[in-house]
């Protein structure tokens, strides 16, 4: 996808918030077709069912806040976000996987999902994670990569061999995981870079698109443990930080856009856009409360990426057009299994 913009202004792996479909086999190349309600069994096979739970991202925490947008986003989009008055945002912050136990001081994927609130009854939602690259390129290889990591039910451990004959035949997926085994463990989740990953379209008034990649860049800087730090941190500790770096006053994000140029990949959620970029400030997340273990406004939020205010499209990347559908499959599992 070739992007245009405004001349010179312009889980581990596995276990990702994203849902996606079937593949071809362990062993071959995936295809693009998606089946949602597939993925969602496949992600529970492999994962693990925990009644009453998000599929992905279980254990978290809401939050809440505000954004003021810049004058430099109002330049590239009309959304109404960016008008520059306080903007109401919903925020969740989790742990990848479908574990609502799983342990804090471990390296991998930490997410912030997002709902803005705007003027008119008009919402953006979107869910950020901690790398640049999400874990697949399509939603039928990321199923594939779900299938290949799938328990044996003798063994109770993935075949070694299907795992390495999927990845060796789809080498994408290795990538997420290659950053995050480079990375320390989270310190906080107020001191994470967060990425959209997916390529999104900007409109100004006067029709004309930007096209980027987004990051939310923490404000404090980057935190990091050394790994005797994050054992003797234990098992929970970020939530219980967070609430008191909010307190504090402490929690803030720069939302930043890197700009696409002429023969940028936005279309691939596995291709960052290529080091120095140009970077466009677009405005400030600050959040200020966070609410309670397992109560709060985002509990039964679908934070699909795809609900999007006027001024702002999406691109044509596979994995962000296959979100919505089996985001739509989990909730409605999640709150019949909570009913019941």
């Known amino acids: 996808m070739r992007p245009t913009s405004l001349p010179r202004t312009a889980l581990a792996v596995a276990c990702t918030a ?7 086999g362990p062993g071959g190349n995936a295809s693009t077709d998606a089946d949602p309600t597939a993925l969602v069994d496949q992600l529970e096979a492999t994962t693990g069912k925990f009644a009453g739970h998000r599929r992905s991202g279980a254990k978290g925490v809401c939050a809440a806040g505000s954004f003021v947008g810049s004058s ?10 960016f008008s520059g008055q306080p903007v109401p945002v919903i925020a969740r912050f989790s742990l990848t996987g479908a574990n609502p136990q799983a342990p804090d001081n471990t390296r991998g994927q930490r997410n912030m999902a997002l709902q803005f609130d705007l003027p008119s009854g008009e919402q953006w939602r979107m869910g950020n994670i901690s790398a640049p690259v999400f874990g697949a390129e399509t939603p039928a290889q990321f199923l ?7 328990p ?10 299907r795992v390495k004959a999927f990845a060796d035949a789809n080498p994408q997926v290795l990538l997420q995981g290659k950053y995050f085994a480079a990375q320390p463990v989270p310190a906080s989740l107020a001191g994470l870079n967060y990425w959209g990953v997916h390529g999104f379209g900007f409109v100004n008034a006067q029709g004309q698109t930007t096209w980027g990649k987004w990051v939310f860049e923490p404000v404090g800087g980057v935190l990091g443990l050394s790994d005797e730090e994050a054992k003797a941190r234990g098992a929970n500790y970020l939530f219980n930080d967070l609430r008191q770096r909010a307190q504090a006053g402490q929690v803030a994000f720069d939302f930043n856009l ?13 291709t960052p856009l290529p080091a120095g970029r140009r ?6 997340l600050t959040i200020t409360s966070v609410s309670a273990d397992g109560a709060g406004p985002c509990v039964d939020i679908n934070f699909s990426p795809l609900v999007l205010p006027r001024g ?29």
């Not at 594939?144 to 799938?150: K, W, Y």
């Open 312 to 340: 702002v499209v999406p691109s044509k990347d596979p994995m962000l057009t296959a979100r919505a559908a089996p985001y739509a499959i989990s909730l409605q599992r999640r709150l019949s299994e909570k009913a019941q």
């Open 279 to 284: 970077k466009v400030n677009l405005g400030r």
């Open 72 to 81: 430099q986003a109002r330049a590239l989009s009309s959304a109404s976000a």
């Open 152 to 161: 044996d039910p003798a063994t109770k451990k993935p075949d070694a061999a």
């Open 144 to 150: 594939g990569r779900l299938a290949s990591l799938q």
């Open 258 to 270: 890197e700009l696409a140029e002429p023969g940028d990949r936005i279309d691939s959620a596995t």
């Open 18 to 24: 994203l849902l996606a479909a079937c593949a071809h």
